[in-house]
């Protein structure tokens, strides 16, 4: 199934004991409807305060519900922020997380100016103002594949930091840049690090060069800062399934 959520009031994907979760709230539902517990994979741990607007889950279930009721029966059951978008049949050995082949995410950031109070949810805020053509440029760098440990974040548990990133585009609308990232997989914190490095080169506090030194030598301290969560959202999942 394909989902959509507001990450604000959550505590991110994975569910956890005494906190609210989506996954936690997709079994929830998927209890009172099928009568039965049902695990829920999701395509990857979005963390507290991050929003999925194509977030992918996968499940088993030998209840007879008919397909087509199973979306607008589960969306009867779930808090309205979050809404599933699609439900089908998915091959036998499909998993949500290990059969995606490219993910995109989307940041949005304010640039300089008062936080909007009303947007504060979706959108992070940078006070600095920054130089969109600088970016354009620094991002070259980052595109292809990479040992992205310099660009993560120190509590992770994984040993292997090569990732593959295809595309990586900057725009500026007024005062809203949105960036859009994507790769074959991302490490804990590694969008809104990368957002926040090209943030800086764009401010004239990080340089290329640092970009340089932080994919070579693996350190996070040639990166630029962790972005907030609010202004990142999970937009895309996509899969070979032929």
Not at 91 to 102: E, I, L, T
Not at 223 to 242: I, Q
Request: charged letters at 25%; proline letters at 2%.
């Amino acid at each position: 199934m394909t989902l959509q959520y507001d990450g604000s009031n959550f505590f991110g994907w994975q569910k956890q004991a005494g906190r609210r979760t989506v996954q936690g709230e997709l079994e929830n539902a998927m209890f009172l409807l099928f009568k039965q517990q049902v695990a829920v994979e999701g395509s990857g741990r979005t963390d507290k305060g991050v929003h999925a607007l194509g977030q992918v889950a996968s499940f088993c279930t030998q209840n007879e519900i008919p397909q087509n009721k199973i979306k607008g029966a589960l969306n009867n059951l779930l808090p309205p922020d979050v809404r599933i978008q699609k439900v089908g049949k998915a091959p036998d050995d499909f998993h949500a997380r290990f059969s995606a082949k490219r993910k995109t995410y989307r940041y949005d950031v304010q640039i300089g100016g008062e936080r909007s109070a009303l947007k504060s949810k979706f959108l992070a805020h940078y006070p600095y103002e920054v130089d969109l053509q600088k970016m354009l440029l620094a991002k070259q760098l980052l595109l292809g594949k990479h040992n992205f440990k310099g660009f993560c974040s120190s509590a992770t548990n994984v040993t292997n930091f090569e990732r593959e990133i295809f595309d990586l585009s900057i725009s500026r609308r007024g005062k809203i840049v949105r960036f859009e990232v994507t790769g074959n997989g991302f490490l804990y914190n590694m969008v809104r690090i990368l957002v926040g490095t090209l943030l800086e080169v764009g401010r004239g506090k990080l340089t290329e060069e640092d970009i340089k030194k932080a994919l070579s030598t693996g350190q996070r301290k040639f990166a630029g800062k962790t972005m907030e969560p609010c202004g990142l959202f999970l937009k895309k999942v996509e899969y070979d399934l032929n």
